[in-house]
């Protein structure tokens, strides 16, 4: 764990930033040098007896015991939070880091008046078992430092990439709400797969640990998921009459659709 780190504080104390100490702590980042606050007294004493961290309700206590700056709460009460923190943050100057869905980065620099090294992050709800995906983006006063401390709490719970903002509308699209799609999958094979007249659950393991095996085979194969797939294809096979199925459905298509439109959402989101 990069040392550079130093103290590191959350402001917000959800699932996300619950999976962020978490990763911290499994990493052997030192538990005495997190400091967490929230109004929600059950996730404060959650984090406290599960990793010994430091906590508290007070905002301001966090800010001044951090020099890196997680903001983890909802998008809804981030202004009145930046209002409240906004003469501390421009005193200790922290490395601002927002997981903060839909907020931009210009409206944290407006809303504290003054300037700030912010990034802006967007990971997905696999970084709770440490195998997220997460976007990062960075403001114009950000220098390489911040940026590996940075990446040394997202690598924590799974794969970063760094990204223009103006990709974050489709990243938001594909990959933040991409396990919902792939749970959307795993319904429907249950639901055809009910013909087995197995337990629910057993049903699931097998189709999971399916879904788990194929992601697995192509992310270690050198083969392209086309070939792979032309592999699994017999001429006149139960594959290839599955896939005239989806084909003429226009399945492939219309995830291609859905994830613009969700894209074009996310957008208008920002922009509201």
């Keep these: 764990m990069n040392e550079d780190l130093s103290n590191i504080g959350f402001i917000g104390a959800g699932n996300m930033a619950s999976a962020l100490i978490a990763g911290l702590v499994k990493n052997k980042y030192n538990n005495s040098q997190i400091f967490v606050s929230s109004p929600e007294e059950e996730h404060l004493k959650k984090l406290k007896d599960n990793f010994s961290v430091n906590v508290t309700e007070d905002n301001v206590e966090v800010v001044k015991s951090a020099s890196t700056l997680v903001l983890a709460v909802k998008p809804n009460v981030i202004e009145s939070v930046l209002d409240e923190l906004s003469a501390e943050i421009c005193e200790k100057d922290p490395l601002l880091i927002s997981i903060v869905a839909g907020y931009k980065i210009a409206s944290i620099e407006k809303r504290l008046n003054s300037e700030s090294k912010i990034i802006?992050?967007?990971?997905?709800?696999?970084?709770?078992?440490?195998?997220?995906?997460?976007?990062?983006?960075?403001?114009?006063?950000?220098?390489?430092?911040?940026?590996?401390?940075?990446?040394?709490?997202?690598?924590?719970?799974?794969?970063?990439?760094?990204?223009?903002?103006?990709?974050?509308?489709?990243?938001?699209?594909?990959?933040?709400?991409?396990?919902?799609?792939?749970?959307?999958?795993?319904?429907?094979?249950?639901?055809?797969?009910?013909?087995?007249?197995?337990?629910?659950?057993?049903?699931?393991?097998?189709?999971?640990?399916?879904?788990?095996?194929?992601?697995?085979?192509?992310?270690?194969?050198?083969?392209?998921?086309?070939?792979?797939?032309?592999?699994?294809?017999?001429p006149g096979g139960v594959t290839e009459k599955a896939l005239e199925v989806l084909n003429e459905r226009e399945v492939g298509d219309s995830i291609v659709e859905a994830i613009l439109k969700a894209t074009e959402k996310s957008k208008d989101l920002g922009e509201s």
Excluded: H
Aim: proline share 4%.
């Design 120 to 234: 802006r992050a967007m990971p997905n709800t696999p970084a709770s078992i440490g195998m997220g995906v997460s976007a990062l983006t960075p403001n114009k006063l950000v220098v390489d430092e911040d940026k590996a401390i940075t990446e040394s709490v997202f690598s924590s719970v799974g794969l970063t990439c760094w990204l223009d903002e103006s990709a974050f509308d489709l990243f938001t699209a594909l990959l933040s709400s991409g396990p919902a799609y792939i749970f959307y999958l795993i319904e429907a094979l249950q639901q055809a797969a009910k013909g087995l007249n197995l337990d629910e659950g057993i049903t699931k393991e097998l189709i999971t640990e399916m879904i788990k095996g194929s992601s697995t085979l192509a992310s270690l194969s050198e083969d392209s998921p086309s070939l792979l797939r032309e592999k699994v294809t017999s």
